[in-house]
């Protein structure tokens, strides 16, 4: 398929079909984007159709690609956290205190049924306010927590399912308290 992007003054994309037809307010859409964020793009129509498909962002030429990728930037809104400083309570709802890669902040979580496994070292975590941030590589989160200043290691050392950079967390209930397959 053949067709042209451009960014127009409002900063939207726009694609230009072959047949010459302008398709306003496109949205860049990733396949995975967590599990695999390279792979997999789709441009659709504000009403959900499919105007073009890519098997990768590699395989997207170098002139358009910037123009979707700052798209992606723009509408991809999703913080890491980077480590959880201070959690309210081991019920929930709790208010947890948090570095992200845009900075510090507090959610408040709802529930248990708002941390979701994406991968096996992959959390989602979706606030009261549906803000969602990502928790990679928990292990790293849980060595660099502040509560009561314990390490990774001593609370894994004596529990036969956890290993390290492979810990199956189920939930994390508060500072030092989590649960292991």
């Known amino acids: ?14 694609v230009i079909d072959e047949a010459g037809v302008r398709h306003a307010n496109v949205r860049p859409v990733r396949t995975f984007p967590i599990s695999d964020p390279d792979a997999g793009l789709s441009l659709m ?29 723009q509408t ?20 947890w205190d948090i570095k992200t890669d845009r900075g510090d902040t507090r959610l408040k979580l709802k529930g ?16 009261a306010h549906g803000i969602q941030y990502l928790i990679e590589l928990m292990v790293i989160i849980l060595k660099h ?6 390490s990774i290691s001593q609370l894994t050392k004596n529990h036969p399912n956890c290993h390290r950079l492979n810990m199956p967390i189920t939930r994390i209930v508060g500072p030092k308290a989590f649960k292991c397959l």
Do not use: H
């Open 112 to 127: 248990e049924e708002d941390i979701r496994r994406i991968t096996r070292e992959t959390l989602l975590i979706t606030d």
């Open 145 to 150: 927590t502040q509560g009561n200043s314990s």
């Open 45 to 73: 129509s504000p009403d959900g159709k499919e105007l073009a498909w890519f098997e990768s962002i590699g395989a997207i030429g170098e002139r358009y690609k910037e123009m979707i990728l700052q798209c992606l930037a």
């Open 1 to 14: 398929m053949t067709f042209q992007l451009e960014i127009d003054a409002y900063g939207t994309l726009n």
């Open 76 to 95: 991809e809104f999703m913080p890491t956290i980077l480590r959880i400083s201070k959690v309210s309570s081991f019920a929930t709802p709790s208010i």
